[in-house]
């Protein structure tokens, strides 16, 4: 059944009544706020989750390649070689299972004695098997080592200052520092003839020869009495060298880096093979990386703006000219141009001075044929045409009335030309065209060619630093991507 | 369009040219001095020199660069690269196989999987498939190639020992071995073009879905995958093709830092040490091969579009006459 209230066709005619008759109808003003380009492009970049996480990530790795150096326990310049190569570590104190500077191997005997023989280089014993090696039986053991103490110890020359000041802290903190020294002599295996951690008996092969209780027997030298500082028993620690100035000491490393620095040896990334510190490296390297592309881009803008707006607006032999100059520039392959301005500047003006503008060089030509193409699109339309009869000058014309309509375009093509240059910069550096590598700087593509040559024994000093480049380019790609849909007004309302 | 291709080949002669001279220019300009403490030998050197023309003005050895070059095709002879006095072109005729046979293997994996995974992409639009592949492409666009390579080289190559490290030495290209070492190089360079072949035919064959033919086509009583491959594939296919011609002429330029990281004697790395021990003959050679590639391999791309689509008129005025 059809109702009078449903039936649309039919609407009593008393239900109608008049909004207004003798009102007079005024605009009103509107009351939402205008929403202006860059108003309408933020809102609908923040409609985009994947940029907006993007966003946040690289936000996040530009505040690690600000603050992460500060952060570090190390500075830049800071190397220790007796570290090189120790495993990324979290904390000392703090053992997840992973991330702790740990590394489990399959060992023989010999090795697997020599360890041992380290005070906490065998972090866990995880039993032995029969396997075979060379085509012989052999045992092989399974350990958890901790390749930050298994560095072990070290012989270092001291003053005598140095060594009282030493036994002074050893006395105050009950911190043992120095070792006995080892009898040389009574090295048979040939690899340890110089080794400070080769304190213990072995055969020619380096397997170590027991005592009934199965300890390692040592081979210490004995304390003469000629020597001072003696620690009672039994054992010499000090040996004067070099008409008795300085004395030959033994120490255990770790304790004494503690002792030296106040710190205890602690790589959240790992170290390198000169022990640089690779968080800290990475961290100044990627500064390096930001502060070119992003300053580059900037001055690319700069100068694609000029000359693009010149190109677009006045057209004619300039146009002509300096698209010419474009073609060839860009036919030359640019690592010959890098390679070349490398050479030839290098040393007068500096490595990454001259790399910069070189980058300058070829950049500015993407976003010049941005704007020369807006400016081709726009200067024969109505309203500018309209705004020249209205007295215009040229500038006007071109920084007011048609240059805002490519600002989308311009910017997006800026961030989008940042992950280039990274790339550029870390491949350049890589094939060591550009060499950014040195005490005071480096760079992300330094690190990785240097990591690169350990790949298959230390992957840790390349994993990093192509973790970090990986999620800093697609990051960057999928911002601007992002930014791009935003700045289109040809999508708005389509997502 | 004989007279637009006539134009761009004019066109494309000057700026080599012009990229010639000033190449030629700016490598002769490099010092190069004798090395200190060679004795007598430093002095053979000097006198060789002077025999070969180092020392004439730039001008005059461009002139007799440029007569021997066009009247002979003699691009000189290895001085610090390769066997001494070895002809430069029969020293980089001997590096071209390693590049190539890497590249053309990439480039054969890539087209199809590109143009698989796209189409996929594309029919499933907005749909889980399409996101996963988007994922993907993104990833592959982005990350660098040598990312790749490494991880393949740690993980494939030494963890699980798949295949070896670095490119075999030899020249049996035809064996299991040489294909064994080379699929590693292969695959890190296969990523890159894969992600934007899957990127480019997702968007066009996308675009040419939601056509109005297709909508015709599928009145008339066609399967969706029937009306997808006959009409829409092939349409979409065109604007690609060029790409795929870009990849096939890029295979001859080779990749520097594939082939640094996987030893691949091939022509990429001739370049730096060409450049770094300054053997002028061989970087002119090597250098304007590159530009030649990407001048005529330009114009070729540019008329393909012509040859496959005759709807498309290259460089023709407002009206598309010509």
């Given at each position: 059944?059809?109702?009078?209230?449903?039936?649309?066709?039919?609407?009593?005619a008393?239900?109608?009544?008049?909004?207004?008759?003798?009102?007079?109808?005024?605009?009103?003003?509107?009351?939402?706020?205008?929403?202006?380009?860059?108003q309408?492009?933020?809102?609908?970049?923040?409609?985009?989750?994947?940029?907006?996480?993007?966003?946040?990530?690289?936000?996040?790795?530009?505040?690690?390649?600000?603050?992460?150096?500060?952060?570090?326990?190390?500075?830049?310049?800071?190397?220790?070689?007796?570290?090189q190569?120790?495993?990324?570590?979290?904390?000392?104190?703090?053992?997840?299972?992973?991330?702790?500077?740990c590394?489990?191997?399959?060992?023989?005997?010999?090795?697997?004695?020599?360890?041992?023989?380290?005070?906490?280089?065998v972090?866990?014993d995880?039993?032995?098997?029969?396997?075979?090696?060379?085509?012989?039986?052999?045992?092989?053991y399974?350990?958890?080592v901790?390749?930050?103490?298994?560095?072990?110890?070290?012989?270092?020359?001291?003053?005598?200052?140095?060594?009282?000041?030493?036994?002074?802290?050893?006395?105050?903190t009950?911190i043992?520092?120095?070792?006995?020294l080892?009898?040389?002599s009574?090295?048979?295996?040939?690899?340890?003839?110089?080794?400070?951690?080769?304190?213990?008996?072995?055969?020619?092969?380096?397997?170590?020869?027991?005592?009934a209780?199965?300890?390692?027997?040592?081979i210490?030298?004995?304390?003469?009495?000629?020597?001072p500082?003696?620690?009672?028993?039994?054992?010499k620690?000090?040996?004067?060298?070099?008409?008795?100035?300085?004395?030959?000491?033994?120490?255990?490393?770790?304790?004494?880096?503690?002792?030296?620095?106040?710190?205890?040896?602690?790589?959240?990334?790992?170290?390198?093979?000169?022990?640089?510190?690779?968080?800290?490296?990475?961290?100044?390297?990627?500064?390096?990386s930001?502060?070119?592309?992003?300053?580059?881009?900037?001055?690319?803008l700069?100068?694609?703006?000029?000359?693009?707006?010149c190109?677009?607006?006045?057209?004619?032999?300039?146009?002509l000219?300096?698209?010419?100059?474009?073609?060839?520039i860009?036919?030359?392959?640019?690592?010959?141009?890098?390679?070349l301005?490398q050479i030839?500047?290098?040393?007068?003006?500096?490595?990454?001075?001259v790399?910069?503008?070189?980058?300058v060089?070829?950049?500015?030509?993407?976003?010049?044929g941005?704007v020369?193409?807006?400016?081709?699109?726009?200067?024969?339309?109505?309203?500018?045409?309209?705004?020249?009869?209205?007295?215009?000058?040229?500038?006007?014309?071109?920084?007011?009335?048609?240059?805002?309509?490519?600002?989308?375009?311009?910017?997006?093509?800026?961030?989008?030309?940042?992950?280039g240059?990274?790339?550029?910069?870390s491949?350049?550096?890589?094939?060591?065209?550009v060499?950014?590598?040195?005490?005071?700087?480096?760079?992300?593509?330094?690190?990785?060619a240097?990591g690169?040559?350990?790949?298959?024994t230390?992957?840790?000093?390349?994993?990093?630093?192509?973790?970090?480049?990986?999620?800093?380019?697609?990051?960057?790609?999928i911002?601007?991507?992002?930014?791009?849909d935003?700045?289109?007004?040809?999508?708005r309302?389509?997502? | 369009?004989?007279r637009?291709?006539?134009?761009?080949?004019g066109?494309?002669?000057v700026?080599?040219?012009?990229?010639?001279?000033?190449?030629?220019?700016?490598?002769?300009?490099?010092?190069?001095?004798?090395?200190?403490?060679?004795?007598?030998?430093?002095?053979?050197?000097?006198?060789?020199?002077?025999?070969?023309?180092?020392y004439?003005?730039?001008?005059?050895?461009?002139?007799?660069?440029?007569?021997?070059v066009?009247?002979?095709?003699?691009?000189?002879?290895?001085?610090?690269?390769?066997t001494f006095?070895?002809p430069?072109?029969?020293y980089l005729?001997?590096?071209?196989?390693?590049?190539?046979?890497?590249?053309?293997?990439?480039?054969?994996?890539?087209?199809p999987?590109g143009?698989?995974?796209g189409?996929?992409?594309a029919?499933?639009?907005?749909k889980w498939?399409?996101q996963?592949?988007?994922?993907?492409?993104?990833?592959?666009?982005?990350?660098?190639?040598?990312?790749?390579?490494?991880?393949?080289?740690?993980?494939?190559?030494?963890?699980?020992?798949?295949?070896?490290?670095?490119?075999?030495?030899?020249?049996?290209?035809?064996?299991?071995e040489?294909?064994?070492?080379?699929?590693?190089?292969?695959?890190?360079?296969?990523?890159?073009?894969?992600?934007?072949?899957?990127?480019?035919i997702?968007?066009?064959?996308?675009?040419?879905?939601?056509?109005?033919?297709?909508?015709?086509?599928?009145t008339?009583?066609?399967?969706r995958?029937?009306?997808?491959?006959?009409?829409?594939?092939?349409?979409s296919?065109?604007?690609?093709v060029?790409?795929?011609?870009w990849?096939?002429?890029?295979?001859l330029?080779?990749?520097?830092?594939?082939?640094?990281?996987?030893?691949?004697?091939?022509?990429?790395?001739?370049?730096?040490t060409?450049l770094?021990?300054k053997?002028?003959d061989?970087?002119?050679?090597?250098?304007?091969?590159?530009?030649?590639?990407?001048?005529?391999?330009?114009?070729?791309?540019?008329?393909?579009?012509?040859l496959?689509?005759?709807?498309?008129?290259?460089?023709g005025?407002?009206?598309n006459?010509?």
């Amino acid at each position: 059944m059809i109702t009078n209230e449903n039936n649309m066709e039919r609407i009593p005619a008393e239900k109608f009544e008049f909004v207004q008759l003798n009102d007079k109808i005024y605009d009103k003003k509107l009351e939402t706020r205008p929403i202006g380009f860059f108003q309408d492009a933020l809102i609908r970049f923040s409609q985009n989750r994947g940029s907006v996480i993007c966003a946040i990530i690289l936000l996040i790795l530009l505040l690690y390649a600000i603050f992460g150096p500060m952060i570090s326990n190390y500075s830049l310049d800071e190397k220790d070689g007796y570290y090189q190569y120790v495993l990324p570590k979290m904390s000392d104190k703090i053992d997840l299972g992973f991330w702790n500077g740990c590394t489990t191997k399959e060992y023989n005997q010999a090795t697997y004695d020599y360890l041992t023989a380290i005070p906490g280089a065998v972090r866990e014993d995880l039993g032995s098997r029969i396997g075979i090696v060379a085509n012989r039986e052999a045992t092989l053991y399974k350990v958890k080592v901790d390749t930050y103490a298994r560095r072990g110890f070290y012989e270092l020359l001291l003053s005598t200052d140095q060594v009282e000041a030493a036994r002074k802290y050893e006395q105050e903190t009950g911190i043992q520092l120095f070792y006995p020294l080892i009898d040389r002599s009574q090295i048979t295996c040939q690899p340890y003839s110089d080794d400070p951690n080769a304190w213990f008996k072995t055969n020619a092969k380096g397997v170590a020869e027991r005592d009934a209780n199965g300890q390692l027997i040592d081979i210490f030298l004995k304390d003469d009495g000629t020597t001072p500082y003696s620690y009672g028993d039994g054992y010499k620690y000090f040996k004067p060298t070099q008409g008795g100035n300085q004395y030959l000491a033994r120490v255990l490393y770790s304790d004494w880096y503690y002792y030296t620095k106040g710190k205890t040896a602690c790589f959240w990334f790992g170290a390198d093979e000169y022990g640089y510190d690779i968080f800290t490296r990475l961290a100044s390297g990627a500064r390096l990386s930001f502060l070119i592309s992003i300053t580059s881009a900037i001055i690319d803008l700069i100068i694609g703006i000029i000359i693009g707006a010149c190109e677009g607006y006045y057209g004619g032999w300039f146009d002509l000219l300096v698209e010419r100059i474009k073609e060839i520039i860009s036919e030359v392959p640019s690592i010959v141009f890098i390679t070349l301005a490398q050479i030839y500047f290098a040393r007068k003006m500096g490595g990454l001075f001259v790399f910069w503008v070189t980058l300058v060089v070829f950049g500015w030509m993407g976003i010049s044929g941005t704007v020369r193409a807006q400016f081709y699109r726009f200067k024969g339309m109505e309203y500018v045409m309209a705004s020249r009869t209205l007295g215009a000058k040229d500038r006007r014309l071109i920084f007011r009335h048609i240059l805002p309509n490519a600002s989308g375009f311009i910017i997006t093509s800026t961030i989008l030309s940042i992950p280039g240059v990274i790339f550029t910069e870390s491949s350049m550096s890589f094939l060591g065209i550009v060499n950014l590598n040195s005490k005071h700087l480096t760079s992300v593509g330094a690190i990785l060619a240097n990591g690169q040559t350990t790949l298959t024994t230390y992957p840790h000093c390349l994993f990093f630093p192509a973790i970090f480049i990986s999620i800093l380019l697609v990051c960057f790609n999928i911002f601007g991507n992002g930014l791009r849909d935003a700045f289109n007004p040809a999508l708005r309302g389509s997502n | 369009m004989f007279r637009y291709i006539m134009r761009r080949i004019g066109l494309a002669i000057v700026s080599m040219f012009i990229i010639m001279t000033m190449l030629f220019v700016l490598v002769k300009m490099l010092p190069n001095p004798v090395p200190d403490g060679m004795g007598g030998q430093g002095r053979a050197l000097v006198e060789m020199r002077r025999a070969w023309g180092y020392y004439d003005p730039i001008w005059t050895q461009y002139l007799i660069f440029l007569k021997r070059v066009f009247t002979e095709f003699n691009w000189g002879f290895c001085t610090t690269v390769g066997t001494f006095l070895q002809p430069v072109t029969e020293y980089l005729v001997s590096k071209v196989p390693f590049t190539v046979y890497i590249n053309v293997f990439a480039e054969a994996i890539s087209i199809p999987l590109g143009i698989f995974f796209g189409m996929m992409a594309a029919i499933f639009k907005n749909k889980w498939q399409d996101q996963v592949i988007n994922v993907f492409i993104m990833i592959f666009i982005s990350v660098p190639s040598f990312v790749y390579a490494f991880l393949l080289q740690y993980f494939v190559g030494f963890k699980l020992g798949l295949c070896p490290l670095v490119l075999k030495s030899g020249f049996d290209f035809f064996s299991w071995e040489m294909f064994h070492s080379a699929i590693m190089p292969i695959l890190a360079l296969s990523f890159g073009p894969i992600a934007s072949y899957m990127r480019l035919i997702r968007a066009e064959l996308s675009e040419v879905l939601t056509a109005d033919y297709m909508l015709l086509a599928r009145t008339k009583g066609l399967t969706r995958w029937q009306a997808t491959f006959r009409h829409a594939f092939r349409n979409s296919i065109i604007p690609i093709v060029p790409h795929f011609l870009w990849g096939f002429i890029g295979i001859l330029g080779g990749s520097i830092l594939i082939e640094r990281i996987f030893s691949v004697p091939g022509i990429g790395g001739v370049y730096i040490t060409a450049l770094n021990k300054k053997d002028y003959d061989v970087f002119m050679c090597l250098s304007m091969f590159w530009v030649v590639i990407g001048l005529f391999g330009g114009i070729l791309a540019d008329m393909s579009y012509g040859l496959i689509d005759p709807r498309i008129r290259m460089g023709g005025g407002k009206t598309n006459d010509y």
